[in-house]
């Protein structure tokens, strides 16, 4: 596995794997992407200097993409995504490590935060195989518009 930058030719490429259903149901911000709204947000990561968008290749095959986002001098937020076909083969931890390397090189030695949620278990176990370990956990309660105290039954 090789890495290389990604560029505004990726677009369609990226489009594809951020808009799997099963990567927005894993993700933050689980709306549907639209196209246009996908081309500004892949110029923004390819001028902004505190990020980096890379493509992992296989083969001179495209499998996977991540992203580093520079928060602070000292953090780094990184993201990943396998194409669907390459899941749960352990090209994630090898992704990973050589994310690590790219990281250490652009950025120096920060801590690389992996924000995952609690249910994602196939990807905390590749995290942790790439070396991440658990450090803080974050429990949410979402309300209602109308309050209701049925939220709180445990
Ligand atoms: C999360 C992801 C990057 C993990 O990479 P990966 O290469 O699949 O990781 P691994 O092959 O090391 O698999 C990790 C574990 O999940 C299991 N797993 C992963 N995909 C699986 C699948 N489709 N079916 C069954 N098990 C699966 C593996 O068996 C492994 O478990 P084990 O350690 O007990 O053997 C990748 O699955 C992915 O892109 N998922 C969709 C997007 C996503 O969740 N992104 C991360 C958001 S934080």
């Given at each position: 596995m090789r890495i290389r930058e990604a560029t505004a030719a990726d677009a369609a490429l990226l489009f594809e794997w951020r808009n799997d259903p099963s990567v927005r149901e894993r993700s933050f911000d689980d709306k549907p992407l639209d196209w246009h709204a996908h081309v500004r947000w892949l110029d923004g990561c390819l001028s902004d200097p505190n990020r980096l968008l890379c493509?992992?290749?296989?083969?001179?095959?495209?499998?996977?993409?991540?992203r580093l986002d520079r928060l602070s001098e000292g953090t780094v937020v990184i993201s990943i995504?396998?194409?669907?076909?390459?899941?749960?083969?352990?090209?994630?931890?090898?992704?990973?490590?050589?994310?690590?390397?790219?990281?250490?090189?652009?950025?120096?030695?920060?801590?690389?935060?992996?924000?995952?949620?609690?249910?994602?278990?196939?990807?905390?176990?590749?995290?942790?195989?790439?070396?991440?370990?658990?450090?803080?956990?974050?429990?949410?309660?979402?309300?209602?518009?109308?309050?209701?105290?049925?939220?709180?039954?445990?």
């Open positions: 493509i992992a290749m296989e083969d001179d095959r495209p499998i996977g993409v991540f995504a396998l194409a669907a076909s390459e899941r749960g083969k352990g090209a994630g931890p090898r992704m990973l490590r050589l994310a690590a390397a790219e990281c250490q090189s652009r950025f120096g030695s920060v801590t690389i935060e992996a924000r995952i949620k609690g249910d994602n278990l196939y990807s905390q176990k590749a995290f942790a195989k790439a070396g991440y370990r658990l450090e803080t956990c974050i429990m949410t309660l979402q309300l209602a518009r109308e309050f209701d105290d049925r939220s709180f039954d445990g």
